[in-house]
C-alpha cells in the first residue's frame, strides 16, 4: 500500500473534487442505481448504502452478497460520520498521527478505518450523509469502486 502522506494527499483531493451542489433523496437512488451498475462489473456481490442527514435512504444486498457487509457498511458509516471524511482517509489519518481505533478509544466493531466509505459532501454546507460499500477482497477497491462511480455521476 502507498505511504500515508501519498494516500492523504489522494484522499483528499478526491474529497474535495467530488463535492455536491445540492443532494436530495432522488439523488441518492440515482447514484445508488449506478453504484449497482459499476458493482456488477466486479467479481464479487458489493453491498451498497447511502445515508443522508443520519437516515439509510439506499441500501442493496446483491444475491450473493455476505451477510458481514452489513456490518461494515455500518462501521464504515460511523467513521464518515465521526471524521467528516472518508473512510480511507481515516486510516491514513490515523497512520500519519500514530495512532488506531484502539488508542483513539474507537471500538472496532463500530468502526473501520479502510477503504469503503465515503463522505456526501454539499459545497457550503458539508457533510450531510455517507456512501458505503462492502464485498470487494480489498478496501482499496471498494474505495475505488465509490471514487470512480461518484466522478462519472458528478460528469
Known amino acids: 500500500m502507498q505511504d500515508e502522506k501519498t494516500l492523504l494527499a489522494m484522499c483528499e483531493e478526491q474529497e474535495e473534487r467530488l463535492q455536491f451542489a445540492h443532494f436530495s433523496r432522488a439523488d441518492a437512488l ?22 443522508v442527514n ?15 457487509s452489513e456490518l461494515w457498511l455500518v462501521r464504515k ?35 473501520a478505518a479502510g477503504g469503503g466509505g465515503f463522505p456526501i459532501r454539499v459545497r ?16 482499496m477497491e471498494d474505495h475505488r469502486l465509490v471514487v470512480e462511480t461518484l466522478a462519472e455521476f458528478l460528469a
Open 124 to 139: 457550503g454546507t458539508g457533510v450531510i450523509g455517507s456512501i458505503c460499500v462492502s464485498g470487494l477482497p480489498d478496501h
Open 54 to 68: 443520519g437516515l439509510v435512504v439506499f441500501r442493496y444486498f446483491p444475491d450473493g452478497a455476505l451477510p458481514d
Open 77 to 111: 458509516r460511523n467513521s464518515v460520520a465521526l471524521m467528516e471524511m472518508s473512510s480511507l482517509h481515516f486510516l491514513a489519518w490515523l497512520e500519519q498521527n500514530g495512532e488506531t481505533l484502539e488508542s483513539r478509544k474507537l471500538p472496532p466493531n463500530e468502526y
Open 30 to 51: 440515482e447514484l445508488g442505481l449506478k453504484l449497482h451498475e459499476n458493482a456488477k462489473k466486479q467479481p464479487v456481490p458489493v453491498a451498497i448504502e447511502i445515508t
